[in-house]
């Protein structure tokens, strides 16, 4: 069984900063992309940043410059430094892993349950 969790969320004012990390466990052979994406009330989910595992990174436009991804494989674990935030960033984030559960087994998708990131005013 593997479960992403993430933590790190919280109440923090506009132009403050959070960091949040996503743990993987269980039976994980190997990790490939691991991501956070956000939801917003009334908002459709979407993708905030991935890492991949040589640590190319990718991120919406709307975090450039502010947000940073990263990961410790030793860990089975990323993290999104989220820097000069605004109330805009306000929304559940979820911490997403494409992994192996078996050395041949076809890749799956696994979420974490979220975590609150409210930003204040």
């Known amino acids: 069984q593997v479960q992403l969790v993430e933590s790190g969320g919280g109440l923090v004012q506009a132009g403050g900063s959070l960091r949040l990390s996503c743990a993987a466990s269980g039976s994980i052979f190997s990790i490939n992309a691991m991501g956070w994406y956000r939801q917003a009330p009334g908002k459709q989910r979407e993708l905030v940043a991935l890492?991949?595992?040589?640590?190319?990174?990718n991120y919406a436009d709307s975090v450039k410059g502010r947000f940073t991804i990263s990961r410790d494989n030793a860990k089975n674990t990323t993290y999104l430094e989220m820097n000069s935030l605004t109330p805009e960033d306000t929304a559940v984030y979820y911490c997403?892993?494409?992994?192996?559960?078996?050395?041949?087994?076809?890749?799956?998708?696994?979420w974490g349950q979220g975590t609150q990131v409210t930003v204040s005013s």
């Open positions: 890492i991949a595992t040589s640590g190319s990174t």
């Open positions: 997403n892993a494409d992994l192996l559960v078996a050395p041949l087994a076809a890749p799956l998708v696994y």
